[in-house]
């Protein structure tokens, strides 16, 4: 089992940047590739960031691509969003996920390849 914890979210205004993380206990935590997902109300939850288990590979999609950066420090056991240059409708529960095993960058963008969760934390960006 792998426990995550994600912290660092609030209320900021639009251009404001937050930094989400997520801490994991349970497993080596180096073994896990990490996922960010976010669900805006009323919508479906989407795939923010991912990156391997060594740090080596991260994937952004198009739409936060240049504003959000994803990493981790492995000594911390923590995982790490940085979110700059926010918009209103970057609203949403944030949630991070991991999952071992092959890292490919199509699959890092589904949810059902992730094994664990965290129980979210809520970001709201006002105009």
């Known amino acids: 089992q792998v426990q995550l914890v994600e912290s660092g979210g609030g209320l900021v205004q639009a251009g404001g940047s937050l930094r989400l993380s997520c801490e994991a206990s349970?497993?080596?935590?180096?073994?896990?590739?990490i996922g960010w997902f976010r669900r805006a109300p009323g919508k479906e939850r989407e795939f923010v960031a991912a990156i391997s288990g060594r740090g080596g590979r991260t994937n952004v999609p198009d739409p936060v691509n240049g504003r959000f950066t994803i990493s981790r420090d492995n000594a911390k056991n923590t995982a790490y969003l940085q979110m700059n240059s926010l918009k209103p409708e970057d609203t949403a529960v944030y949630y991070c996920?991991?999952?071992?095993?092959?890292?490919?960058?199509?699959?890092?963008?589904?949810?059902?390849?992730?094994?664990?969760w965290g129980q979210g934390t809520q970001v709201t960006v006002s105009s």
């Open positions: 349970g497993r080596t935590f180096s073994n896990y590739h």
């Open positions: 996920a991991a999952f071992n095993g092959a890292y490919y960058r199509d699959y890092v963008r589904r949810e059902g390849q992730y094994d664990y």
